[in-house]
């Protein structure tokens, strides 16, 4: 009995939806144009936040290049400073030996502090002399002897010479140092500020091309330090970690890809690579400390440590681009192979792994630009010590670039902010020209079966 | 002799081998390559294998345990006062190397040191000159049986390949060996910190100041281990890059995917991809330089006391980092919802944005969420940034205007720098890699599950 009565109810409602569907809609109606020009404000509204956050993102990137940009290109020119230098022979070779030993010994620091006080002869008190020797770098004496050695007739004569010259000066003459606020609350006082003015009046202040900044080792001084230890450090790095990751990544690759078995350990290393692909850098570099310095024994700061710890990190992304590009070579190139009486690893050998090549190299060169823009593990194997001499081999102690950023960031004097600025757009441009030559092999050698 | 002249040996020799064995299989041939079993070139290959591999393999083996057992040496002949203490002990280690690498004419130190400097200078010689004979005269003696064993009818090229698939395997290996490697390494440290620290009091404790005693007289805290604080940091500048990548990053792989003109894409795209290539320490200068002093003074003249080393900063730059790796993940997952979906909702009378919005996304959800605990797990283990732009201290906060610290800052912190050995400062470092190798691998796998099974539905 109830059945039937929820079955009249049920036919009931039936019959009111139906009718109310066979009503037309008066798709004129007010209601309806109201409702559609709501639904395309949305749709525009929709289009506009993705806009608005693509362009949030570029504005992000702008930004960030801007800011380093206009920090860092006051980095690659230096101000000199032209003072008359008078090569004293008493001071340089008081017995007239000429010998280079001898003139390499000289005091070449007393001869510019001595020209220095000629040119500001009224500067007695010796806080006041230790001011206006930072007028000239710490360095200078060493061009000067390079001079002199590559001329020994400059002995007995007075020149007039640019000399580097010191930190605060050099951000004076740049307009990082405001000669307007108070005096206290500058690095340099208003005689250092009057020095200044007056050598620029004389035309004796210029600001050159700074080429030690790419010929120089790190150093305390601002104006001294170089990027090309880094660089070299840099280099010996990437290079024991490609001998190490290419050759492993790509066999790894290829006996994944073309010879192993779908079994239990396949798929264990299977899982390993993906989950090593997102595994923390800074747990490599926990992995490098313990197993490198401590079980290992291998040399502190060493690029062949550095090397071998971004080795097992770039390892995972060389693996999956091999793979990527062995797979993507046809079958049929494997069968002709193999039907014509060549052994798998012939096949291998011989026709899918030159074919796969262009691909591989492109994940490879990728991978290599991860590594040199990589930190944090290289702070874990002590990469992070003060290093000045150019390292000569992959086992001497070194820094890379992106360590010596860090190290440079971490200084407290204003001179650094626009080094730090310059080696990061040195190192940007390593990158763009790695990846611009993975995206010219991709497109030279790309080829679609 | 050094590394590089004799692995070039090693290579000569390997060449020379090859140069034979190849001769010797033309010799047996008589002119005729079908007398063969293989080509000559397998023959050559095959004596290379049996002269290199051997030698290298033995040289690998060689370095692992040469350095420690050295050390032991030379550690067993110490006295026994130095023995007892391990702060003692490192720093006569220490000088004994100094002395051995010939230098150390500054220190003051006993006699026994100065010995056992002279001693571990003359133990590396000897080990090196060891290492030169052995190897050499194992890539020979392989050289030598090989070269004896080649025969016209011998199978070298199955040889060869055999060997070739073995190497293979052995390189794929190496994925795993890096996975135990770094489990046991953080373990073996971690066990030993636990030894020293109770695991309760560092994994609940609420308080972090690492700073202990180095000297047993000197006057210090007893320094606190609970990690607690250290998280709670780590996730709030999460959540700040989250707060920044994810709706930055979804808009953006939606505006790309379905409203861009070929011509914007083509630009905007690998614009885009250039914020992924960027190196964390460039964001981390961004972040300290730039991003931080600008928000400390906007917020002075808004009246907030925003810290030079807040949050926010270091979480805004991280979201910038985040972004291209949000948006290429879910433009994958959202390129892979099949097109009947769509057509059949636009058919239905639907707007675009209401096809994304309603259709799409619901159906790439899971797709998306997995994308998005990637990019958490990126964010929680990153550390140039917040190792250059956040704090050091461990405040148990929210507020993204305050400094904070992060599980990374003070792995780097306590690891970087002077650091003693065994001391529970240096060994609480490891304990935190550990964790943070655990929360980043569950991340991972649960992500990497749910985006599988996301793509099996759709297949």
Same mark, same amino acid.
């Given at each position: 009995?109830?059945?039937?009565?929820?079955?009249?109810?049920?036919?009931?409602?039936?019959?009111?939806?139906?009718?109310?569907?066979?009503?037309?809609?008066?798709?004129?109606?007010?209601?309806?144009?109201?409702?559609?020009?709501?639904?395309?404000?949305?749709?525009?509204?929709?289009?506009?936040?993705?806009?608005?956050?693509?362009?949030?993102?570029?504005?992000?990137?702008?930004?960030?290049?801007?800011?380093?940009?206009?920090?860092?290109?006051?980095?690659?020119?230096?101000?000199?400073?032209?003072?008359?230098?008078?090569?004293?022979?008493?001071?340089?070779?008081?017995?007239?030996?000429?010998?280079?030993?001898?003139?390499?010994?000289?005091?070449?620091?007393?001869?510019?502090?001595?020209?220095?006080?000629?040119?500001?002869?009224?500067?007695?008190?010796?806080?006041?002399?230790?001011?206006?020797?930072?007028?000239?770098?710490?360095?200078?004496?060493?061009?000067?002897?390079?001079?002199?050695?590559?001329?020994?007739?400059?002995?007995?004569?007075?020149?007039?010479?640019?000399?580097?010259?010191?930190?605060?000066?050099?951000?004076?003459?740049?307009?990082?140092?405001?000669?307007?606020?108070?005096?206290?609350?500058?690095?340099?006082?208003?005689?250092?500020?009057?020095?200044?003015?007056?050598?620029?009046?004389?035309?004796?202040?210029?600001?050159?091309?700074?080429?030690?900044?790419?010929?120089?080792?790190?150093?305390?001084?601002?104006?001294?330090?170089?990027?090309?230890?880094?660089?070299?450090?840099?280099?010996?790095?990437?290079?024991?970690?490609?001998?190490?990751?290419?050759?492993?990544?790509?066999?790894?690759?290829?006996?994944?890809?073309?010879?192993?078995?779908?079994?239990?350990? /396949?798929? &264990?290393?299977?899982?390993?690579?993906?989950?090593? @692909?997102?595994? #923390? !850098? +800074?747990?490599?570099?926990? =992995? %490098? *400390?313990?197993?490198?310095?401590?079980?290992?024994?291998?040399?502190?700061?060493?690029?062949?440590?550095?090397?071998?710890?971004?080795?097992?990190?770039?390892?995972? /992304?060389? &693996?999956?681009?091999?793979?990527?590009?062995?797979? @993507?070579?046809? #079958? !049929? +190139?494997?069968?002709?192979? =193999? %039907? *014509?009486?060549?052994?798998?690893?012939?096949?291998?050998?011989?026709?899918?792994?030159?074919?796969?090549?262009?691909?591989?190299?492109?994940?490879?060169?990728?991978?290599?630009?991860?590594?040199?823009?990589?930190?944090?593990?290289?702070?874990?194997?002590?990469?992070?010590?003060?290093?000045?001499?150019?390292?000569?081999?992959?086992?001497?102690?070194?820094?890379?670039?992106?360590?010596?950023?860090?190290?440079?960031?971490?200084?407290?004097?204003?001179?650094?902010?626009?080094?730090?600025?310059?080696?990061?757009?040195?190192?940007?441009?390593?990158?763009?020209?790695?990846?611009?030559?993975?995206?010219?092999?991709?497109?030279?050698?790309?080829?679609?079966? | 002799?050094?590394?590089?002249?004799?692995?070039?040996?090693?290579?000569?020799?390997?060449?020379?081998?090859?140069?034979?064995?190849?001769?010797?299989?033309?010799?047996?041939?008589?002119?005729?390559?079908?007398?063969?079993?293989?080509?000559?070139?397998?023959?050559?290959?095959?004596?290379?294998?049996?002269?290199?591999?051997?030698?290298?393999?033995?040289?690998?083996?060689?370095?692992?345990?040469?350095?420690?057992?050295?050390?032991?040496?030379?550690?067993?002949?110490?006295?026994?006062?130095?023995?007892?203490?391990?702060?003692?002990?490192?720093?006569?280690?220490?000088?004994?190397?100094?002395?051995?690498?010939?230098?150390?004419?500054?220190?003051?130190?006993?006699?026994?040191?100065?010995?056992?400097?002279?001693?571990?200078?003359?133990?590396?010689?000897?080990?090196?000159?060891?290492?030169?004979?052995?190897?050499?005269?194992?890539?020979?003696?392989?050289?030598?049986?090989?070269?004896?064993?080649?025969?016209?009818?011998?199978?070298?090229?199955?040889?060869?390949?055999?060997?070739?698939?073995?190497?293979?395997?052995?390189?794929?290996?190496?994925?795993?060996?890096?996975?135990?490697?770094?489990?046991?390494?953080?373990?073996?440290?971690?066990?030993?910190?636990?030894?020293?620290?109770?695991?309760?009091?560092?994994?609940?404790?609420?308080?972090?100041?690492?700073?202990?005693?180095?000297?047993?007289?000197?006057?210090?805290?007893?320094?606190?281990?609970?990690?607690?604080?250290?998280?709670?940091?780590?996730?709030?500048?999460?959540?700040?890059?989250?707060?920044?990548?994810?709706?930055?990053?979804?808009?953006?792989?939606?505006?790309?995917?379905?409203?861009?003109?070929?011509?914007?894409?083509?630009?905007?795209?690998?614009?885009?991809?250039?914020?992924?290539?960027?190196?964390?320490?460039?964001?981390?200068?961004?972040?300290?330089?730039?991003?931080?002093?600008?928000?400390?003074?906007?917020?002075?003249?808004?009246?907030?006391?925003?810290?030079?080393?807040?949050?926010?900063?270091?979480?805004?730059?991280?979201?910038?980092?985040?972004?291209?790796?949000?948006?290429?993940?879910?433009?994958?997952?959202?390129?892979?919802?099949?097109?009947?979906?769509?057509?059949?909702?636009?058919?239905?009378?639907?707007?675009?944005?209401?096809?994304?919005?309603?259709?799409?996304?619901?159906?790439?959800?899971?797709?998306?969420?997995?994308?998005?605990?990637?990019?958490?797990?990126?964010?929680?283990?990153?550390?140039?940034?917040?190792?250059?732009?956040?704090?050091?201290?461990?405040?148990?906060?929210?507020?993204?205007?305050?400094?904070?610290?992060?599980?990374?800052?003070?792995?780097?912190?306590?690891?970087?720098?002077?650091?003693?050995?065994?001391?529970?400062?240096?060994?609480?470092?490891?304990?935190?890699?550990?964790?943070?190798?655990?929360?980043?691998?569950?991340?991972?796998?649960?992500?990497?599950?749910?985006?599988?099974?996301?793509?099996?539905?759709?297949?």
């Amino acid at each position: 009995m109830t059945d039937m009565a929820s079955l009249m109810e049920d036919r009931a409602a039936a019959k009111v939806i139906s009718d109310n569907l066979r009503k037309p809609v008066d798709w004129d109606s007010p209601k309806i144009a109201r409702n559609i020009k709501k639904r395309y404000a949305a749709e525009r509204r929709f289009k506009i936040y993705g806009l608005v956050a693509i362009c949030l993102a570029l504005l992000a990137l702008c930004t960030l290049a801007l800011s380093i940009g206009s920090k860092g290109y006051s980095a690659f020119y230096q101000t000199y400073v032209q003072l008359e230098v008078t090569f004293d022979p008493a001071v340089i070779d008081p017995e007239g030996t000429g010998d280079p030993e001898v003139i390499g010994r000289a005091n070449f620091d007393g001869l510019i502090k001595q020209a220095l006080r000629d040119r500001f002869p009224d500067v007695t008190s010796r806080s006041e002399k230790r001011n206006l020797y930072g007028i000239v770098s710490g360095g200078a004496s060493y061009d000067l002897r390079e001079r002199v050695l590559e001329n020994p007739s400059l002995i007995g004569q007075t020149r007039s010479i640019w000399l580097i010259s010191g930190d605060d000066f050099d951000m004076l003459n740049k307009g990082y140092i405001d000669a307007d606020v108070e005096e206290g609350s500058r690095r340099l006082n208003d005689q250092e500020v009057s020095w200044y003015n007056e050598l620029v009046e004389a035309g004796a202040v210029e600001k050159q091309f700074h080429t030690r900044f790419f010929t120089n080792g790190d150093s305390r001084e601002p104006e001294l330090a170089g990027i090309w230890g880094a660089a070299v450090g840099s280099f010996y790095t990437l290079i024991v970690t490609l001998a190490l990751s290419f050759p492993i990544g790509v066999l790894a690759a290829i006996y994944l890809e073309e010879f192993a078995p779908r079994n239990r350990f /396949t798929q &264990i290393v299977e899982v390993n690579i993906n989950n090593l @692909a997102a595994v #923390p !850098s +800074i747990v490599f570099g926990l =992995l %490098g *400390l313990e197993v490198y310095l401590n079980v290992m024994h291998l040399p502190r700061s060493a690029p062949v440590v550095g090397g071998l710890t971004l080795a097992l990190m770039t390892l995972p /992304t060389i &693996i999956i681009a091999s793979r990527a590009a062995i797979k @993507a070579v046809p #079958p !049929s +190139i494997r069968q002709a192979a =193999l %039907g *014509l009486g060549a052994s798998p690893v012939q096949t291998v050998t011989h026709h899918v792994l030159p074919l796969a090549m262009p691909g591989i190299l492109t994940g490879t060169i990728i991978g290599m630009a991860q590594a040199l823009g990589e930190t944090a593990p290289l702070l874990m194997i002590g990469m992070v010590a003060f290093i000045v001499d150019i390292p000569g081999g992959a086992l001497d102690p070194a820094t890379v670039l992106p360590v010596q950023i860090y190290l440079w960031a971490d200084s407290p004097e204003r001179a650094f902010v626009e080094k730090t600025s310059a080696a990061i757009m040195v190192l940007l441009a390593f990158l763009v020209l790695m990846n611009g030559l993975a995206v010219y092999l991709r497109k030279k050698f790309e080829r679609k079966w | 002799m050094s590394l590089s002249f004799l692995l070039l040996a090693v290579a000569a020799l390997c060449a020379l081998s090859f140069y034979f064995g190849r001769q010797r299989a033309v010799a047996l041939s008589g002119g005729r390559h079908s007398n063969l079993h293989s080509l000559p070139v397998h023959y050559g290959a095959y004596t290379a294998a049996w002269c290199g591999l051997p030698a290298l393999a033995l040289l690998l083996i060689w370095y692992m345990f040469q350095g420690s057992v050295i050390e032991a040496l030379i550690i067993s002949d110490l006295p026994q006062e130095i023995l007892g203490d391990s702060g003692r002990l490192s720093l006569a280690l220490n000088s004994i190397s100094q002395i051995a690498a010939g230098g150390g004419e500054h220190l003051t130190v006993s006699p026994e040191i100065v010995d056992a400097g002279r001693r571990l200078a003359n133990l590396q010689t000897i080990a090196n000159a060891a290492l030169v004979v052995v190897m050499l005269s194992v890539a020979l003696a392989g050289l030598v049986l090989s070269y004896r064993r080649i025969e016209a009818d011998m199978r070298a090229r199955n040889n060869v390949e055999r060997i070739s698939r073995a190497i293979m395997i052995v390189c794929s290996a190496i994925a795993i060996l890096s996975t135990v490697g770094i489990v046991f390494s953080l373990m073996f440290e971690t066990l030993h910190f636990f030894s020293k620290i109770n695991p309760l009091d560092f994994l609940f404790g609420l308080e972090w100041s690492p700073q202990t005693a180095i000297r047993a007289d000197q006057v210090a805290s007893e320094g606190a281990f609970g990690m607690i604080p250290l998280f709670v940091g780590t996730l709030l500048i999460t959540l700040i890059a989250m707060c920044v990548a994810v709706p930055v990053g979804l808009f953006s792989a939606i505006y790309m995917g379905e409203y861009a003109a070929p011509k914007f894409r083509a630009v905007a795209k690998p614009a885009l991809e250039i914020l992924a290539g960027v190196p964390t320490v460039v964001y981390g200068f961004f972040a300290a330089l730039t991003v931080a002093p600008f928000l400390r003074d906007n917020g002075a003249m808004l009246g907030l006391d925003v810290s030079s080393e807040s949050a926010l900063a270091a979480g805004l730059v991280m979201g910038i980092m985040i972004i291209p790796f949000v948006s290429s993940l879910s433009d994958d997952v959202m390129s892979q919802v099949p097109k009947s979906l769509r057509d059949g909702s636009y058919a239905l009378g639907a707007t675009k944005s209401e096809t994304i919005r309603q259709v799409i996304f619901p159906a790439a959800l899971p797709g998306i969420v997995g994308a998005v605990l990637l990019a958490v797990s990126r964010a929680i283990g990153e550390t140039m940034i917040v190792v250059m732009a956040a704090g050091l201290a461990a405040n148990m906060t929210v507020n993204p205007l305050q400094a904070v610290t992060t599980v990374t800052v003070q792995i780097v912190t306590l690891l970087v720098g002077d650091q003693e050995f065994d001391s529970a400062k240096t060994l609480s470092a490891f304990a935190l890699g550990l964790v943070l190798f655990l929360v980043t691998l569950g991340l991972n796998v649960f992500a990497l599950k749910v985006v599988q099974k996301y793509r099996e539905k759709y297949d």
